[in-house]
C-alpha cells in the first residue's frame, strides 16, 4: 500500500502554531512601513480570531486590513511577509504522536508526502516539526498546487495499483479531489482549517480527526 500524506494541518500543526507566528511577523512589517496600528498587542488578538474562521491567512491578511480601511500597498507587505520573507527558524509542532506513528507506519506501509508551496519552506517546516524526512521514499513539493500529476506520478512509480493508494489530507479540493478522479481512497484530516470543511463530501471515503485514527484505519 502505498500512503500518500499532506503537509500542512496533516503532519504538522500550521494553523496552530505557525500561521500565528506569521500573522504577527506580518502585522510588525506593515506596521515598520507605515501602517497605524495604535495598539499592536490588540490587532493581533483582533487578527487572530479572523483567522479562527478564515479559510487561509491571505483572506485573515486581506479581512483584517479592509476593515481597517488600510491600502492595497499593505496588504502586499503582509502578504509577502507571510509567504516568502519568513526566517528558516520558526516554531511549528508536529501532529500529536505523528512522530511515533510515521515511524510505525513506514514498516508496512510506502509512505509518500506531497505538499503544496515552496521546496525551501515546506523543507523546513518538516525539519522544525521534528520529523524524520527519511521516513518518506519520496517527497514532492508542487509549488503550482497541482497534486493529481504528483499522485499519478508516485504510483507509477513504485508500481501500486489504484486500490493500493490512499491519500490523506485536511483540504478537500486541494488534496483530495485529485486523488479521488484517479481513483484512490482518500481519507480527510478533520484539523487546522480541515475543519470548516464540509463533513461529507462524494471525494471523501473516510474521515478522522488525528493520526492515530488513521493508524487504525488503514490497519484494518
Same mark, same amino acid.
Given at each position: 500500500?502505498?500512503?500518500?500524506?499532506?503537509?500542512?494541518?496533516?503532519?504538522?500543526?500550521?494553523?496552530?502554531?505557525?500561521?500565528?507566528?506569521?500573522?504577527?511577523?506580518?502585522?510588525?512589517?506593515?506596521?515598520?512601513?507605515?501602517?497605524?496600528?495604535?495598539?499592536?498587542?490588540? *490587532? =493581533? %488578538?483582533?487578527?487572530? +480570531?479572523?483567522?479562527?474562521?478564515?479559510?487561509? /491567512?491571505?483572506? &485573515?491578511?486581506?479581512?483584517?486590513? !479592509?476593515?481597517?480601511?488600510?491600502?492595497?500597498?499593505?496588504?502586499?507587505?503582509?502578504?509577502?511577509?507571510?509567504?516568502?520573507?519568513?526566517?528558516?527558524?520558526?516554531?511549528?509542532?508536529?501532529?500529536?504522536? *505523528? =512522530? %511515533?506513528?510515521?515511524? +510505525?507506519?513506514?514498516?508496512?506501509?510506502?509512505? /509518500?508526502?506531497? &505538499?503544496?508551496?515552496?521546496?525551501? !519552506?515546506?523543507?523546513?517546516?518538516?525539519?522544525?516539526?521534528?520529523?524524520?524526512?527519511?521516513?518518506?521514499?519520496?517527497?514532492?513539493?508542487?509549488?503550482?498546487?497541482?497534486?493529481?500529476?504528483?499522485?499519478? *506520478?508516485?504510483?507509477?512509480?513504485?508500481?501500486?495499483?489504484?486500490?493500493?493508494?490512499?491519500?490523506?489530507?485536511?483540504?478537500?479540493?486541494?488534496?483530495?479531489?485529485?486523488?479521488?478522479?484517479?481513483?484512490?481512497?482518500?481519507?480527510?484530516?478533520?484539523?487546522?482549517?480541515?475543519?470548516?470543511?464540509?463533513?461529507?463530501?462524494?471525494?471523501?471515503?473516510f474521515t478522522v480527526n488525528s493520526l492515530r485514527e488513521l493508524e487504525e484505519m488503514v490497519k484494518r
Amino acid at each position: 500500500m502505498l500512503l500518500i500524506f499532506d503537509l500542512d494541518d496533516t503532519l504538522i500543526q500550521t494553523t496552530a502554531t505557525f500561521t500565528p507566528f506569521q500573522l504577527e511577523r506580518a502585522l510588525k512589517k506593515m506596521v515598520k512601513e507605515g501602517l497605524s496600528l495604535p495598539d499592536l498587542s490588540q *490587532a =493581533i %488578538e483582533e487578527i487572530q +480570531r479572523i483567522d479562527y474562521r478564515s479559510l487561509s /491567512a491571505k483572506a &485573515t491578511l486581506s479581512e483584517f486590513l !479592509e476593515i481597517r480601511g488600510a491600502g492595497q500597498i499593505f496588504f502586499e507587505i503582509g502578504l509577502k511577509e507571510i509567504y516568502e520573507d519568513f526566517p528558516l527558524a520558526f516554531p511549528i509542532a508536529p501532529m500529536e504522536d *505523528a =512522530i %511515533e506513528i510515521l515511524l +510505525r507506519l513506514s514498516r508496512g506501509y510506502i509512505l /509518500a508526502l506531497v &505538499t503544496a508551496g515552496r521546496e525551501r !519552506e515546506q523543507r523546513a517546516k518538516l525539519k522544525n516539526a521534528g520529523i524524520d524526512s527519511t521516513l518518506f521514499s519520496k517527497i514532492i513539493v508542487c509549488e503550482k498546487g497541482e497534486k493529481g500529476r504528483c499522485y499519478q *506520478a508516485l504510483a507509477e512509480e513504485f508500481q501500486i495499483a489504484s486500490s493500493g493508494v490512499v491519500v490523506c489530507g485536511d483540504r478537500i479540493a486541494l488534496d483530495l479531489v485529485p486523488a479521488k478522479e484517479r481513483g484512490y481512497r482518500t481519507i480527510h484530516m478533520r484539523e487546522g482549517r480541515g475543519k470548516r470543511e464540509p463533513r461529507r463530501h462524494p471525494s471523501v471515503d473516510f474521515t478522522v480527526n488525528s493520526l492515530r485514527e488513521l493508524e487504525e484505519m488503514v490497519k484494518r
